[in-house]
C-alpha cells in the first residue's frame, strides 16, 4: 500500500515526542504521587532510549546519559523505579494511550510498513530488546538458570 507523500512531514508537525509527552501527562494526572528526582517524563524517555540504543548494560547506558547527554540519572533511583507500581501503570496506560494515537495516526496516512509480508496481516507486530533472552553483561550467571 502506498502512503501519501506528505506523511513524514504530517508525522514532523505531530511531533513525536510532543505527543509522548501529552500522553504521559494524561496519565500522570491520576496519580498523586510525584517523583521529583526522576520525573514520569525523564523516566519513560530514558527507557525508551535504553531500549533502541545499544549499550552492554543498564550502568553503561547511564553513563552514556552522564557523558554524551549531560543527562544525570542516579543508578539507584532508575533502577528502582523499574519495582514501582505507579510506574507500571503509568507506563502501561501511556504505552496503551500512545500505540493507539500512533496507530490511528500510520492508518490514516495510509503507512503500513510490514503490508509487503502477507503472512503477517491480521497481526500486530512488537519488538523488544535483549533483556528477556539474555541477561546483563555485569550479571553473573547462576547454575541452572538462564
Known sequence: MSHNPSTLQT???????KILSDQIQKCSRHHTRQCPELPDMTFILA??????????????FLQFLHDVESQEIKSSTFFE????????????ETSFLYHDLLSKLLTSEGI?????FPELSGYEVFSA??????????????????
Open 112 to 116: 503500513d510498513h510490514l503490508s509487503q
Open 81 to 92: 523505579a523499574f519495582k514501582s507500581q505507579r510506574r507500571l501503570h503509568t507506563v502501561r
Open 129 to 146: 530488546d535483549g533483556h528477556f533472552i539474555e541477561h546483563s553483561s555485569h550479571l553473573k550467571k547462576k547454575q541452572g538458570s538462564n
Open 47 to 60: 527507557s525508551l532510549k535504553r531500549v533502541i540504543t545499544q549499550h552492554r548494560s543498564g550502568r553503561d
Open 11 to 17: 508525522l514532523e508537525d505531530q511531533n513525536l515526542q
